[in-house]
Each structure stands twice: as C-alpha cells, then as structure tokens.
C-alpha cells in the first residue's frame, strides 16, 4: 500500500542552523501539507500547497519557513535559522484530489538544542 | 473559525472493556469532514475513519464504530472490546472544503488498555 515516508526520523540541531525536512508523498497525490506538534500537545497546520505554490499557511509558518517541492516526487520544509521552540515533531501529509483523507507520514523529530 | 474539542484528557480502561472518545466540532463550513486520527507511542499518525457531513450515517467497522449527529455537532468514536494494542493517543479532526484542505486537530485524548 503506498505510503508517505519522511526523513530523517531524528535531527538535533544547533539553534540558528538552517534544517531541511524531507517528504516523499503518496506518487499521485496532488495536495501536500506540513503540520507540526510540540511534545505533548496536539497536532497543529503549518503549510498547504498546490500546484507548486503555498495555498494556504498558518501564523506559524513565518519567514524562517520554507517549502518546495523540487522534483516530481519530493516535498520539503526548510527552518532557516532554528530556534528552541521549532523542537517538535514535523509531520508531511498528502491527499489525492478526489479523496478528502490525509495521510501523514511517520513524522521527524526535530530537536533544536 | 473551526474548532475541535476533546473534553477528555485520558481514559484508562481493563482490557474487553468498550472506550468511548467525545470530540465536540464547531465550523460555519456547510460541507465539512471529520476524521479520527490513532497516534500510538511510536508517533505517527494513523487513519482511523472518515465521516462527510452530509452522509450521517453510523457505522461499525471492525471494533470500531462511530456517532456523528450533527445536531450537536458531536462526532464520537467507540472502540469495542479494547486491547492493549488500543492504548494510543486519539485525535479527532475536522476539514472544510472550504480552505485547502488543511486540518484541525483536538488536543487527543490518551487511551490506556491495561490487561
């Protein structure tokens, strides 16, 4: 069954570093998203985009966040200068166009120290 | 502006016994969709169910089953007989048609199945 995949699991960064997340969605999936959820709380929207441009971003998503989608099949989340409170764990989703149901992938952890 | 409640923070319950998780939505969408979400101690995120607002319907698949009345703007889910494979953290979530799609998310509620 095909699924989202991330990479990689697990990063630990120096605060100030720039960080790239890296997602490959489902192949003939044509929305993808990025959320985001601090250790113990609940899962919150960061980015969508469509057509190879953000259709939608939460107050989150400031200037240090990025995304592209750089080839046919990858999707990443650039931070540009990490700060502590980005520490959380980033999940990628992706949907088809007729279906409404997300699917995310198994999430990276990212740990800005 | 959407909005997802789970009132409840954790349910502990004896393995066979049924668990009830309330989620309590509110949208001005009028086509709206609600899922529930399984995150086990592993972290990611697990499809559960789907429900459209138009179709209110109840059904059961498997153990799991699940009450939306819109009404009330309740979409509650069941889990039949748990298992301890259940204890996991369940997140509600609501999309509209009405945005790109973006979700949701209550705050969870962890379900811990002991033998």
């Known amino acids: 069954e095909p699924e989202v995949t991330q990479t990689p699991s697990h990063q630990v960064t120096q605060m100030g570093q720039e960080v790239i997340l890296r997602c490959v969605p489902i192949s003939n999936h044509l929305y993808f998203y990025w959320y985001r959820q601090i250790l113990g709380q609940k899962v919150e929207f960061l980015v969508s985009f469509y057509n190879n441009e953000i259709s939608e971003k939460s107050e989150i998503f400031d200037d240090q966040f990025s995304v592209e989608r750089p080839d046919g099949s990858n999707f990443t989340l650039k931070i540009r200068s990490t700060k502590l409170e980005d520490s959380a764990m980033y999940f990628c989703?992706?949907?088809?166009?007729?279906?409404?149901?997300?699917?995310f992938g198994p999430g990276t952890r990212l740990l800005v120290l | 502006a959407q909005k997802v409640t789970q009132a409840q923070t954790e349910i502990s319950v004896v393995e066979k016994e049924d668990v009830t998780l309330d989620c309590v939505y509110e949208?001005?969408?009028?086509?709206?969709?609600l899922f529930w979400y399984k995150q086990p101690p592993s972290g990611e995120l697990v499809f559960l169910i789907r429900r459209n607002s138009f179709d209110e319907q109840n059904e059961i698949s498997g153990r799991y089953s699940w009450n939306f009345q819109k009404s009330t703007s309740s979409f509650n889910f069941t889990i039949t007989a748990s298992q301890v494979v259940d204890s996991a953290v369940y997140f509600c979530?609501?999309?509209?048609?009405?945005?790109?799609?973006?979700?949701?998310f209550g705050a969870g509620t962890q379900v811990v199945v002991t033998p």
């Open positions: 949208t001005r969408d009028t086509t709206y969709y």
């Open positions: 979530a609501l999309g509209g048609t009405d945005s790109w799609g973006k979700l949701q």
């Open positions: 989703a992706s949907r088809g166009r007729s279906q409404e149901t997300q699917y």
